[in-house]
């Protein structure tokens, strides 16, 4: 009875520290990683996906979800966009979450790029590109109400088309951010599976 309480209470440290050590590095990869372009998104084009899937992939799905809901808004905040991290919190939640369901990896298995891993990479991606377009049209359409100027200015005849046109303007810019964290993922992870980094967990 010993042994197994000291066996889970070990257990549960690590899960915390690995937890902390990973939201640590998806919020400063989200910082550093990033191209501002205030004019488009009303903020920045950032990379760190990138590490939400190399995380969930090779840790699973509960390391994914919370880490980067949570590394991801508190890079939010401190970029100085606090009205995203709400948002933030539960797109990236759900890109980990979903990302550690479709993955099929273990680090004793040599192929990296199986066809699972390669879809939860894209399919993170979508939810991405999805979720931001739909926050987009909440904020900026209702959340963020804008001026009459603004509004004349955006040609819109509602609140609902003035958030679509703010959502479209960010969207390609949505795409490149996930075209470059999938490439991230590709080649940082396929370097860590090779140093079997995943038997941090274990």
């Given amino acids: 009875m010993r042994k197994t309480s000291v066996k889970m209470e070990r257990t549960s440290t690590q899960a915390i520290c690995l937890t902390g050590l990973f939201t640590a590095i998806i919020c400063l990869g989200t910082m550093f990683l990033k191209l501002p372009v205030p004019t488009m998104t009303d903020g920045y084009i950032n990379f760190g996906d990138g590490f939400i899937i190399i995380i969930s992939v090779m840790f699973g799905k509960k390391y994914g979800a919370v880490s980067g809901a949570a590394g991801s808004a508190l890079a939010d905040i401190l970029l100085g966009s606090p009205h995203w991290a709400v948002f933030t919190f539960i797109i990236k939640g759900l890109m980990g979450y979903v990302t550690g369901l479709v993955k ?18 894209f399919i993170c991606e979508v939810i991405m590109v999805a979720g931001y377009f739909i926050c987009g049209v909440l904020l900026k359409g209702y959340f ?9 200015a955006a040609g819109a005849s509602s609140l609902f088309e003035y958030g679509v046109i703010q959502a479209t303007s960010s969207f390609f810019q949505n795409l490149i951010q996930a075209g470059g964290s999938i490439v991230i ?10 140093a079997k980094i995943a038997k941090l967990s274990k």
């Avoid at 963020?144 to 004349?152: A, V």
């Fill in 104 to 121: 099929d990896y273990s680090d004793e298995n040599s192929r990296f790029f199986s066809v699972r891993n390669v879809s939860a990479a």
């Fill in 144 to 152: 963020m109400t804008p001026d009459s100027e603004k509004f004349i």
């Fill in 185 to 194: 993922f590709y080649f940082l992870g396929l370097a860590l599976h090779n």
